[in-house]
């Protein structure tokens, strides 16, 4: 048997990209997956995916900045499957613009998504996992390892021009990240992030005219990449191109199997080597 078959995983942002395929990958080794994502369409895609290759997985649309949704989705977990021993904080958009252009909504949103969202996730998750590790501790010496991996970015761990209140946000979450790993290692959860390069999805594609633009939540936001850009990246990435989904969904993977059970409080950059 696998030995990720029977887990539970939890994953946020999983209608599109680097979630989506997270999602896949994990339910592709037997780990029954509970999906989050804004957009209904795109998470009833993922679930088709995943129940098509015989995987296990259940949508719950909602948008993780609303702050009962942290509450809601744990309970959706538990009544569902009754456990959670993944939780991959993945949801998050980019709204980028000069430091003098950026607005008090807009520093409060990329906050909220990357930092206070996965924030109250892992919160509500405490309330069900410190009794159950206990429990488990009391019973056989030892809780069973659960995992965390929080979604982080370069732009988190290095700066990024335009992006001031998105690297905020994504360096936010590596304090969580790090926090976390200390308080909960008692409990033998393992609390990781993975900073992304540049990774092939909607929030990078390339255009050679006008930026495209995402709508969320009734805004639009622009996104992408000049061409121009890409070609200066390339240079400056060792491997040469930008990740995959797939590859990016593998560096999650890795934090989420039993070989790391002795990994915690890391930030594993996926970049290609920039
Ligand atoms: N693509 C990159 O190069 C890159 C680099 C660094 C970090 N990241 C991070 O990776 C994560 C995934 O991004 P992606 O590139 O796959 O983008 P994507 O747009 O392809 O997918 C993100 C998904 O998250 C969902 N989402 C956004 N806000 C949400 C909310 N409030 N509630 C629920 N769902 C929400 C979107 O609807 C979308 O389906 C994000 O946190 C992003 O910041 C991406």
């Known amino acids: 048997m696998n030995s990720m078959s ?67 989705l744990i309970q959706f977990c538990l009544t569902t499957y009754n456990q959670v021993d993944i939780i991959v904080n993945n949801a998050g958009y980019i709204w980028n613009g000069a430091m003098h252009n950026h607005t008090d909504e807009q520093w409060q949103a990329m906050l909220e998504v990357h930092a206070t969202a996965p924030f109250r996730i892992l919160r509500a998750f405490s309330e069900w996992m410190r009794p159950v590790a206990k429990a488990e501790m009391a019973a056989e010496g030892r809780a069973s390892c659960r995992k ?59 255009y050679d005219e006008l930026p495209p633009a995402i709508d969320v939540m009734g805004r639009k936001h622009k996104v992408g990449l000049a061409s121009s850009q890409i070609k200066a990246m390339e240079k400056a990435v060792p491997l040469g191109r930008p990740g995959t989904v797939d590859e990016a969904a593998g560096a999650i993977y890795l934090l989420c199997t039993p070989d790391a059970d002795y990994i915690t409080g890391e930030v594993l950059t996926c970049s290609g080597g920039a």
């Not at 700066?159 to 936010?172: D, E, F, M």
Request: with cysteine; aromatic share 4%.
């Open 6 to 72: 029977g887990k539970v995983a939890l994953v946020t942002g999983a209608g599109r990209g680097v979630g989506r395929a997270t999602a896949i990958r994990l339910a592709r080794e037997g780990v029954r997956v509970i999906v989050n994502d804004l957009d209904g369409a795109e998470l009833e895609s993922t679930v088709n995916t995943i129940q098509s290759m015989d995987g296990m997985a259940t949508g719950f649309v909602g948008n993780v900045c609303e702050p009962e949704i942290a509450d809601e």
């Open 148 to 206: 965390v991996v929080n979604v982080s970015s370069v732009s988190g761990t290095t700066g990024s021009a335009t992006q001031i209140a998105y690297a905020t946000g994504k360096a936010a979450v590596i304090g969580l990240t790090k926090t976390l790993a200390k308080e909960w290692g008692r409990y033998n959860v393992t609390v990781n992030a993975v900073a992304f390069g540049h990774i092939e999805t909607r929030l990078t594609q390339v």
